[in-house]
Structure formats: C-alpha cells, structure tokens
T-cell receptor, first 114, second 110 residues
Framework: AQSVSQHNHHVILSEAASLELGCNYS??????LFWYVQYPGQHLQLLLK????DPLVKGIKGFEAEFIKSKFSFNLRKPSVQWSDTAEYFC????????????WGAGTKLIIKP | SQTIHQWPATLVQPVGSPLSLECTVE??????LYWYRQAAGRGLQLLFY??????ISSEVPQNLSASRPQDRQFILSSKKLLLSDSGFYLC?????????FGPGTRLTVL
C-alpha cells in the first residue's frame, strides 16, 4: 500500500533558524506532491506543489521543496523561519493512477520560539 | 472564486444519537468532494470521496455514511454515534489533483 512518512512529529526552532521537514513516500510510478499548512485556528491551505518540470518548487511565504525521485523524497525547506511559521505541516502524495486521492503524512507540528 | 462551507463548526452529541454534517461548494461545477477525519498526530484519514452526484466511495468501513444529493453538496451522516466518532471532520473539493479544504467541524460525542 502507498504511504507517506514525515520524519518528525514535532520540531521546535528559534526565529531565523533554517528549516527542513522530511517527507518520503512509497510509490514507484508518477506522482504529484504537495505540502499543506494549517496555521492555528485556520483552514488547511496549500503551501506548494510539484507536478512535473523543475524538481525545486517554490511556494508561498518563502518556502520551497525539492523532489528527489531517486530518494522518493519531497523535503520542505525555508532558509530563515519566522514566529508566524508556527503551524502544522502536512505532506501529501497523489499517485498518477489514484483517481484524485491524496495519501497524507501524519503531519509535523512546527513551533517557532520568538 | 470558489468557496467551501461546512456546518456546524462545533457539535456535541450524545452516544447513540444521529449525525448530519453538511458541506457545500460554490463557484465550481462537478467537483470531486471528500470527507476526511483529522486526528492529532495521525494526519488526515480519508473517509469518503465522490466524483459525481450519487457516486460515493468509502475508504474506511465504519458506522458513518456519505451522500451527494446535489452537485455541490456533500453530507456526512451516522444513524448512531459512537464515542470513537469524536474528532475533527474536514470537507474538501478538488480540481486538477489540488484539494481545497473547508473550515472543519469539531465533533464531540459524550
């Protein structure tokens, strides 16, 4: 069965630190990849996505993610975090033949200390 | 632009009572619709999805059911709630594999 693994359930960083959240998936075919974010008290919203082309994708608020096909990974990065980045981050994968279903990681709660 | 509505925002129900959560989408036609349950530390669990009116696919066998009586309306129901049904329920719609989420319903079963 397809699965998505997020390596850290909780991450605590200080402002201006660099961030990398890991995401690995298990599916050998074509995939579409997503990172979603849920700020406290707000809807889940799309942070960035990869469908094809340049494996380094840029999203909102200075986030980026790199698709490394050989490692089945789609790690999320930000060079310098802010207090407002405190949120829960979810990685999700759509296999090319899955009829629009997304497979979700368990999420990573990120806390930024001011 | 498209918007998605869910209600109620919070709900407290006794064990054994029925449930009806409603989700409606505006600004799009024939969307794929989804019901998820979000549990802390476990991500999103897909419960049901629908690709059209009257077409429901169930991902997890349980005492919940879903219906799509209209193109942009998706309803999550139960005849008799269990304590284990407590959780945060999210409705979503999608186009081109990107999903858009509603504000969710926090259900507490006592």
């Amino acid at each position: 069965a397809q699965s998505v693994s997020q390596h850290n359930h909780h991450v605590i960083l200080s402002e201006a630190a660099s961030l990398e959240l890991g995401c690995n998936y298990s599916y050998g075919g074509t995939v579409n990849l997503f990172w979603y974010v849920q700020y406290p008290g707000q809807h889940l919203q799309l942070l960035l996505k990869y469908f094809s082309g340049d494996p380094l994708v840029k999203g909102i608020k200075g986030f980026e993610a790199e698709f490394i096909k050989s490692k089945f990974s789609f790690n999320l990065r930000k060079p310098s975090v802010q207090w407002s980045d405190t949120a829960e981050y979810f990685c999700a994968v759509n296999a090319g033949d899955s009829n629009y279903q997304l497979i979700w990681g368990a999420g990573t709660k990120l806390i930024i200390k001011p | 632009s498209q918007t998605i509505h869910q209600w109620p925002a919070t709900l407290v129900q006794p064990v054994g009572s029925p449930l009806s959560l409603e989700c409606t989408v505006e600004g799009t036609s024939n969307p794929n619709l989804y019901w998820y349950r979000q549990a802390a530390g476990r991500g999103l669990q897909l419960l049901f999805y629908s690709v059209g009116i009257g077409q429901i696919s169930s991902e997890v066998p349980q005492n919940l059911s879903a219906s799509r009586p209209q193109d942009r309306q998706f309803i999550l129901s139960s005849k008799k709630l269990l304590l284990s049904d407590s959780g945060f329920y999210l409705c979503a719609w999608s186009v081109n594999n990107e999903q858009f989420f509603g504000p969710g319903t926090r259900l507490t079963v006592l």
